[in-house]
């Protein structure tokens, strides 16, 4: 394991993710380029219908020493999944929220089952968990900052073209902005929207909350993974609470994961 000092040549953001994620993880798993081995990552008890599962440890992480950020390996579904990272936003690394929604994604099939679904994912960064619903069978929105789009469309595309896949779309969607003129509703309805790691240090809070309500309509489940860091990101579980059902599906303890399903409240 690296520890901070070591890290001095990263930027803050890369020290704050390097550090975030020493704590997430201590497991090693083989083979060397698989980061997240799904035979790794075998859940610690049975769920049942009621309580929400306990998840075990995510991901190999291994701090990448080295001024940037570059590929990242997992592997879901059966499938090699190459992350091309960069370091110039937020969207530009995977977030540990992606991985527990990846693995959930993966590993529950029969409960959510994707195949010929219509999935919106919001927030999509680097694209790991529209390429992991890709794979599952649904055709897939992909959506993020217009900063954002050219990595998530290069990691899309060159992880889904080779598959017999519905082609997922990469478009811009701004929390909050626009939301009737570019997704007009029925035309843009969805079975899914997927969101991981959306809350965290940001002034968007209120036009996130704006979407979520927008796409997550009566039929809709929306699936939210993240860790929770701030008090700020509880005051958020509770507002959606307010306006929700939310049922924790599952949670990693220890890195203070937990995945949410939520859906419109009957009226
Ligand atoms: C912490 S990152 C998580 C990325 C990815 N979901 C993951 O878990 O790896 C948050 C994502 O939300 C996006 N984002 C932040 N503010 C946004 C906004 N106002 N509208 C749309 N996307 C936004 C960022 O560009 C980034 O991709």
Redesign the pocket.
């Known amino acids: 394991m690296i520890s901070a000092p070591h890290l001095s040549h990263l930027n803050e953001r890369q020290r704050m993710e390097c550090q975030r994620e020493e704590e997430l993880c201590e497991h090693q798993c083989e083979p060397e380029h698989c980061s997240n081995c799904s035979d790794c990552l075998t859940t610690a008890s049975q769920s049942n219908s009621d309580s929400p599962i306990t998840l075990k440890i995510l991901q190999k992480w291994v701090p990448t020493i080295s001024p940037y950020f570059d590929k990242e390996h997992y592997c879901y579904v059966g499938q090699q999944i190459t992350i091309q990272e960069s370091i110039d ?3 530009a ?3 540990p ?2 991985l527990a929604l990846s693995q959930y994604l993966e590993s529950h099939q029969q409960e959510i089952n994707l195949r010929d679904k219509k999935v919106l994912e ?5 694209g ?2 529209s390429i992991v619903a890709s794979i599952l069978g649904a055709y897939v929105t992909a959506t ?2 217009p900063e ?1 789009l050219e990595n998530l469309n290069f990691n899309i595309s060159r992880n889904t073209q080779n598959l017999n896949v519905h082609k997922p779309e990469v478009r811009k ?3 909050g902005e626009d939301l009737n003129e570019d997704f007009p509703r029925p035309t843009y309805h969805y079975d899914l929207i997927l969101a ?3 809350v ?1 240090h ?1 002034a ?1 809070l209120e ?2 909350l704006t979407t979520m309500v927008y796409f997550c309509q009566p039929g809709t489940v929306l699936l939210w993974a993240n860790k929770f860091r701030f008090s700020a990101d509880y005051e958020f579980l509770e507002k959606v609470s307010n306006i929700f059902n939310v049922k924790l599906l599952a949670e990693f303890p220890e890195s203070t994961i937990k995945l949410f399903k939520v859906t419109a409240r009957e009226n």
């Open positions: 936003y937020f969207g690394i995977v977030w929220g992606a919001i927030g999509a960064g680097t790991l968990v993020d900052l954002v969607l701004v929390w991981s790691d959306v965290y940001h968007a036009p996130l």
